[in-house]
């Protein structure tokens, strides 16, 4: 396998009134090419400073990220916004689709403002895509309005999917979603894994770490091994009186 990505010694320090705020502190992380890697953590621990860090939604204060042999964290914002469409697919636990339009075009929105694809070969890459997650034929001049949750879940990965992009991240893909809904679209990333993709999910969850071939832990910003994480907790319940 090769490497899709590698971080190293990120720092993410934000101004505020109250002073300085350490978001992440000197996090290092590398993800092979199909690897599916969940990085797990509680509220407020930087799991989500580091999924825009990783999305080129944010930069990092210091350190460096290599996406594809590509040192990200030194580009200007056009540059990132290339990235961001040419590279990368989202996955957001609210699905962030166009309620009034069909499904059709919420995934084939990705590519509109590519003057490479022409117009027919839009409408063949987001077929694809939603074949490739289940979605039925009939269901594509709907809205995505008139869709379950599961549904409208799916049409978002195929839209992360339409741009062919090299890394797939997912930020509490399942939190607005029934555990049977959940698990249908957590299959379906442990399918796109097995088929090559690189997938990086962002959750709270075991249940839903669980699906990874590789779950890493963040806490107070620093990125913990599994024997670190248990370490954490067991010396939080002893603090607290907690022996079980």
Same mark, same amino acid.
Not at 66 to 72: P, Q, S, Y
Not at 199 to 214: G, N, W
């Given at each position: 396998?090769?490497?899709?990505?590698?971080?190293?010694?990120?720092?993410?320090?934000?101004?505020?009134?109250?002073?300085?705020?350490?978001?992440?502190?000197?996090?290092?992380?590398?993800?092979?090419?199909?690897?599916?890697?969940?990085?797990?953590?509680?509220?407020?621990?930087?799991?989500?400073?580091?999924?825009?860090? @990783?999305?080129?939604? /944010?930069? %990092? *204060?210091?350190?460096?990220?290599?996406?594809?042999?590509?040192? +990200?964290?030194? #580009?200007?914002?056009?540059?990132?916004?290339?990235?961001?469409?040419?590279?990368?697919?989202?996955?957001?636990?609210?699905?962030?689709?166009?309620?009034?339009?069909?499904?059709?075009?919420?995934?084939?929105?990705?590519?509109?403002?590519?003057?490479?694809?022409?117009?027919?070969?839009?409408?063949?890459?987001?077929?694809?895509?939603?074949?490739?997650?289940?979605?039925?034929?009939?269901?594509?001049?709907?809205?995505?309005?008139?869709?379950?949750?599961?549904?409208?879940?799916?049409?978002?990965?195929?839209?992360?999917?339409?741009?062919?992009?090299? @890394?797939?991240?997912? /930020?509490? %893909? *399942?939190?607005?979603?029934?555990?049977?809904?959940?698990?249908? +679209?957590?299959? #379906?990333?442990?399918?796109?894994?097995?088929?090559?993709?690189?997938?990086?999910?962002?959750?709270?969850?075991?249940?839903?770490?669980?699906?990874?071939?590789?779950?890493?832990?963040?806490?107070?910003?620093?990125?913990?091994?599994?024997?670190?994480?248990?370490?954490?907790?067991?010396?939080?319940?002893?603090?607290?009186?907690?022996?079980?």
């Amino acid at each position: 396998m090769s490497c899709v990505l590698e971080v190293s010694k990120l720092h993410r320090i934000y101004e505020t009134k109250a002073g300085l705020t350490h978001a992440l502190r000197g996090v290092s992380l590398r993800v092979e090419r199909g690897e599916f890697l969940s990085i797990m953590g509680p509220s407020g621990s930087g799991k989500s400073t580091l999924m825009n860090v @990783l999305g080129c939604l /944010d930069r %990092p *204060t210091s350190g460096t990220y290599i996406l594809e042999g590509l040192d +990200v964290s030194t #580009l200007n914002d056009d540059d990132l916004a290339e990235i961001r469409s040419n590279r990368l697919g989202f996955v957001f636990q609210s699905f962030n689709l166009l309620t009034r339009a069909t499904v059709l075009r919420n995934v084939m929105l990705p590519l509109v403002y590519s003057s490479t694809c022409p117009k027919a070969e839009r409408l063949e890459r987001a077929i694809r895509a939603l074949v490739a997650v289940g979605i039925p034929e009939d269901l594509f001049d709907h809205r995505s309005n008139e869709l379950s949750g599961g549904q409208m879940q799916r049409v978002a990965i195929a839209r992360a999917l339409v741009n062919n992009p090299a @890394l797939i991240l997912a /930020d509490e %893909p *399942t939190g607005n979603l029934d555990s049977a809904t959940s698990e249908l +679209v957590l299959s #379906l990333f442990r399918k796109l894994s097995d088929e090559g993709r690189t997938v990086v999910l962002i959750t709270h969850d075991p249940e839903v770490a669980r699906f990874a071939d590789r779950t890493v832990y963040i806490r107070d910003g620093k990125l913990l091994t599994y024997d670190e994480e248990q370490a954490y907790v067991a010396a939080a319940r002893a603090r607290s009186g907690y022996a079980h």
